[in-house]
């Protein structure tokens, strides 16, 4: 297979007391997609971090193309050709695609300051043609683009430095079925180039589709060796993860339903993202929503919780009419809501119990100044061994959490509230195979006391799995309805697509 364009040896990494790696070894080929696979909190993101420059090895060896190399920081990864596309994005939303891309690169006339505005228009055009994006004008302003979009543009920033190894770390979390497949077809022409992936998932059919080559980390050390994907199952991958063989992924519980009604909509409508939306969610019920990106799921639960507007319609919840309400309030009636940006619902410079905390706090202060910390770390402490959150303790910031440890974090915020309903847009995401059982168990317990469930999820076997009836939304409106015994992924898609041959 030729040689290496990277090598790791024994690298070693704490961050105090936590032991991220303990003796971690990883070498990557040209032209290979490489699956760094684990538990959330296992080492994948800081042993990359530290290939990238942004963190430092305690201990251990890089080798860059046959040569041990020191990388200090960032711009040092940059010049010997490492890109990185971090978990949360790095880019600056305030400046254009142009800015972006070209940021601490930008060409200048000669030895000059002076900015060549005519080069650095041409170099950002022919790099937004490799990922695709050739019809993207360059003057856009980032925040004015999808998660998606962003995502293949950090890809041509790494680009633009002509990065040999390129690390994606979680890439496809944010992005559509259709920005999916334009980015792995990006891969797949960037791998005949040469060009070196390591590929951070916690979704196995990535794995199998994508890799070449995977390693697992486990609580900070190697599990087994690198192995060809050709050569393991899913299983394998699976035992070597979590340390267990996980049989059900989906323990759906089946309770009955005394058939009443929670939470009622009627007609509503913004005239923008959804119109004449109408449906029911009983107590004890997961109610599943099933929809493309654009499809104005997130818009109608928004609208219902009260994150914004609607323009007619009606909405009675637990047995009141409901005019355009606020979070807060809907908080305080009892419904609760997990959005999809997990940055925003954290204090990431607050420890983790105050985190969990948050959402209740009237349960938690006396007097409105005396916080009751005690109960706070026991309420706290319970989430943490319930979601079998990676933490050493509960009083770090949840900014030091791994990702997917960070969405426990909001999950258990969520939960402390004590709502009757729960809307969950997303809640899996970026969380490991085995913690996602968890969470599902968390999700029986819920109904189990008669509280009700809307479940959103980008992820097909999730939502037929776990729920008791899924209706399904395109183009703002809801289009249909399926029993649980009549759910398959096949009936879902054509009614997703409206029977019209889309993806
Ligand atoms: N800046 C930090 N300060 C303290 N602890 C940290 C810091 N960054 C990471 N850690 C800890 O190091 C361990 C490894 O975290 P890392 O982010 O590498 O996990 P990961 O494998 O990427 O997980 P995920 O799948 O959830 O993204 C975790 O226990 C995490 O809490
Ligand atoms: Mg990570």
């Known amino acids: 297979m030729g040689n290496a364009i990277l090598e790791m040896h024994h690298i070693k990494k704490s961050f105090g007391a936590t032991q991220a790696l303990k003796d971690v070894s990883f070498s990557v080929y040209p032209g290979e997609v490489h699956m760094l696979l684990g538990e959330n909190g296992a080492g994948k993101s800081t042993l ?47 400046m254009n695609v142009m800015e972006n891309i070209l940021m601490g690169n930008v060409p200048t006339y000669g030895n000059s300051p002076m900015i060549d505005w005519k080069k650095a228009s041409e170099k950002s055009r022919e790099i937004l043609n490799r990922v695709g994006l050739g019809n993207l004008s360059a003057k856009t302003r980032l925040s004015d683009l999808t998660l998606g979009v962003r995502q293949l543009i950090e890809i041509a920033k790494a680009l633009s430095r002509n990065a040999k190894l390129l690390i994606l770390d979680e890439p496809t979390s944010a992005l559509t079925n259709a920005e999916v497949e334009t980015l792995f077809g990006i891969i797949e022409h960037l791998k005949t180039e040469g060009i070196g992936f390591v590929f951070i998932t916690h979704k196995m059919e990535e794995v199998f589709r994508m890799g070449n080559s995977v390693t697992v980390l486990r609580d900070g050390d190697k599990i087994g060796e690198t192995r060809k994907l050709h050569e393991v199952n899913e299983d394998d991958l699976i035992h070597d993860m979590v340390g267990r063989v996980i049989t059900e992924f989906y323990p759906k519980e089946h309770n009955t339903k005394n058939g009443e009604v929670l939470l009622e909509v009627k007609g509503l409508s913004d005239e923008k993202n959804f119109r004449d939306v109408s449906f029911k969610v009983q107590k004890g019920e997961v109610l599943g929503v099933a929809g493309l990106v654009g499809s104005g799921t997130t818009e109608i639960m928004e609208a219902i919780f009260g994150l914004r507007k609607f323009t007619s319609g009606s909405i009675v919840f637990n047995g009141k009419e409901y005019s355009q309400s606020q979070p807060n309030v809907s908080l305080r009636e009892g419904m609760g809501m ?77 939960l402390c509230a004590n709502c009757k309903l729960f809307i969950m847009d997303d809640p899996t995401r970026g969380i490991d195979v085995g913690a996602k059982v968890e969470v599902y168990n968390i999700l029986n317990e819920l109904t189990r006391n008669g509280c009700g469930v809307i479940l959103i999820s980008s992820e097909m076997p999730e939502l037929i799995g776990m729920s008791d009836r899924i209706i399904v939304a395109r183009e703002g409106r809801i289009v249909g309805e399926l029993m649980e015994e009549e759910c398959t992924q096949e009936r879902i898609m054509k009614k997703i697509a409206g029977g019209v041959n889309h993806e």
């Open 48 to 94: 990359m971090k530290i290939l990238a420059g942004s963190l430092q090895a305690d201990s251990g060896q890089i080798i860059w193309e046959g040569t041990e190399v020191k990388i200090k920081n960032p711009s040092m990864a940059h010049q010997l050709g490492i890109g990185m596309v971090y978990q949360e994005l790095a880019l600056v939303e305030q």
């Open 338 to 414: 997990l959005t999809k940006s997990r940055k925003s619902s954290l204090l990431l410079h607050m420890p983790i119990y105050r985190n969990v905390t948050l959402s209740n706090i009237r349960d938690f202060v006396v007097g409105k100044i005396f916080r009751l910390k005690k109960k706070e770390l026991d309420v706290a402490e319970e989430y943490r061994k319930k979601l079998n959150l990676h933490a050493r303790t509960i009083t770090l910031n949840a900014g030091d959490l791994s990702g997917g440890n960070q969405q426990k974090v909001v999950i258990a915020k969520l």
